[in-house]
């Protein structure tokens, strides 16, 4: 679950720490008191796109930090599958630092990319606002949350099967290559065999590029490099005042007292050794100079065949290895163009194989599908019915398509009717705002007996429902916190007397300069909270008595 979350310098966020609680943790505030700058700081910590006006004026970076733990050891060896540290209490550390030249995240201290970010965050934590909502819109979506319902068994069949097609796909491809022309079909053989001739004649050898290239940066600058090592020769050995000349002094100097103490004959011995390195160093610098002579003939068939390899990299691959391979690619290519009838033949053979096998795997799928879907159909119902849909219809449709793609042929969709003798019609097109909410809790909370994902946000869930209705939802919440733990956003008092743990948001200046805050409240600042949301001006005993009748009543209703 979500222990933590720590913000600092982000947008009217100065700096923030809350610890978040089981069950179901409730946040609300007044309208522009930052409820979503929370949310939208969770979202950031879990690789949102940032945006550098985000960080706060006069800031130099924004900081966001999200504490798990796992209690589940199943998760956590799924978890340290993808190399992801797990201490022995279970606790994980995401955070991501935002600066206007670049963001940084990181796992338990450790640099990560935004990718590795998201693979982790869709085990931990699962977040449903408005944008959420309006996904139920569109019809694509249904498969996803049915298969998503169906759990492991279709996973693993639809995991065949997006292999399987895979191979059809390159299958029918390669098909296509045979499906031309004599005059198309002359053409790609002529254009193959020049290719390959043009290669072939180059007479290729992996790595030679680089061999010649250091060969050339040498020679072209041969001029140079006589120049310092002449100059070097001058210094160590080839003039009156040479370094040679010196040490050979100071050993005959040395060479000199030596009789006189033992000192002095270890110090002439180990100069004398100088002296020969120093002697054997100028004969190899002299040689090298030697070696150094430029010679034009050979740079210039070294630069025509540098020339060649680099135009055969430019057209063919960005190494000569891809450019052999490409080689042997043309090869295979020009032997079917030579024998097409035979290799159409084999190909059309298995294609029609692959699709056997493809169709099974579809039918298969299908199948699943269907059984599930009269499953989730049922739990649908229930759930509806308990979010105050009165007289709902709710209907999967499995349809078969004439496409097959990597997913199977089925097309899903969601019917639903909302009033008494109406018509089942796709989800898209009945249900409104405050419905759609509603019915994107139902689908979570049939989901949530299925999934493995501990922590579970929702902003906006109340959108468009007040009353009786606006119960239900709070019930359905206590409901799904029981197994989960969720953070909620409302402005609805009945959904606040729900709480397990209460925080409000809260604007307020401090030194000339907007800033958010969360605390948690305690027993009687959540009651003085309920009496504002309950729409009074003035916080009176009676309001207040309110708010603790709707205390007592959420506990009886949970």
């Not at 090869?331 to 079917?336: G, T, Y």
Request: a negative charge; hydrophobic letters at 40%.
């Amino acid at each position: 679950m979500l222990i933590s979350l720590h913000v600092k310098n982000l947008a009217l966020i100065s700096e923030t720490e809350v610890n978040f609680g089981e069950g179901l943790n409730i946040l609300t505030g007044e309208t522009g008191a930052g409820k979503s700058i929370l949310i939208g700081s969770i979202n950031l910590a879990l690789g949102a796109r940032a945006d550098k006006d985000l960080i706060r004026t006069g800031a130099e970076y924004a900081l966001v930090e999200l504490v798990f733990q796992i209690s589940d050891d199943a998760m956590k060896k799924e978890i340290e599958a993808l190399e992801i540290p797990v201490d022995e209490e279970g606790i994980i550390i995401i955070q991501r630092r935002i600066q206007p030249s670049r963001n940084l995240f990181k796992i338990c201290g450790e640099t990560v990319t935004a990718k590795q970010i998201k693979v982790l965050s869709e085990l931990l934590i699962d977040i449903h606002g408005q944008h959420e909502h309006q996904s139920l819109l569109y019809k694509k979506n249904h498969m996803e949350i049915l298969d998503s319902f169906a759990g492991e068994e279709l996973a693993v069949v639809k995991s065949e099967l997006k292999n399987r097609y895979h191979q059809y796909a390159v299958l029918k491809r390669e098909l296509a290559e045979f499906c031309m022309d004599d005059g198309t079909k002359a053409k790609e053989l002529s254009l193959a065999e020049f290719e390959f001739q043009e290669i072939e004649e180059a007479a290729l050898t992996e790595g030679e590029d680089e061999t010649l290239e250091r060969e050339y940066r040498r020679m072209a600058n041969s001029r140079q490099i006589v120049e310092a090592a002449d100059k070097c020769y001058q210094l160590t050995g080839n003039s009156d005042q040479s370094a040679a000349d010196a040490v050979g002094y100071a050993v005959r100097e040395l060479r000199s007292v030596e009789s006189y103490d033992e000192r002095a004959y270890e110090l002439a011995d180990a100069l004398e050794n100088i002296d020969a390195l120093l002697n054997d160093f100028n004969r190899e610098i002299a040689e090298y100079i030697t070696d150094m002579e430029f010679d034009g003939e050979q740079f210039q068939q070294m630069e025509e065949r540098l020339n060649l390899l680099n135009h055969l990299k430019l057209k063919y691959g960005n190494s000569l290895k891809a450019v052999l391979q490409y080689q042997e690619e043309l090869e295979e290519k020009i032997e079917r163009l030579n024998n097409a009838d035979v290799y159409k033949a084999q190909l059309e053979t298995k294609l029609m194989e692959e699709q056997e096998k493809l169709k099974k795997l579809c039918q298969k799928a299908s199948k699943i599908r269907s059984q599930e879907a009269e499953k989730l159909q049922k739990d649908m119902l229930v759930a509806l019915t308990d979010l105050n849909f009165l007289d709902v219809k709710f209907e999967i449709q499995v349809r078969k398509k004439e496409e097959i793609t990597a997913g199977g042929f089925d097309d899903v969709e969601f019917m639903i009717s909302t009033n008494p003798g109406a018509p089942l019609k796709s989800l898209g097109n009945v249900a409104s705002g405050g419905e759609l909410s509603r019915i994107m809790l139902a689908i979570k909370t049939v989901l949530a007996s299925r999934d493995k994902i501990p922590t579970m946000i929702f902003d906006e869930i109340d959108t468009g429902i007040s009353g009786k209705t606006a119960w239900k939802v709070s019930e359905k919440l206590g409901q799904l916190s029981r197994s989960h733990q969720i953070l909620c956003i409302t402005h609805l008092p009945q959904i606040a007397a729900m709480a397990d743990n209460h925080y409000k948001i809260a604007k307020q200046a401090v030194d000339n300069q907007t800033v958010t805050d969360i605390v948690q409240l305690g027993e009687c600042e959540t009651i003085d909270e309920l009496a504002r949301m309950l729409g009074s001006d003035e916080i009176t005993n009676t309001v207040r008595e309110n708010a603790k009748e709707l205390i007592a009543t959420a506990k009886k209703r949970k």
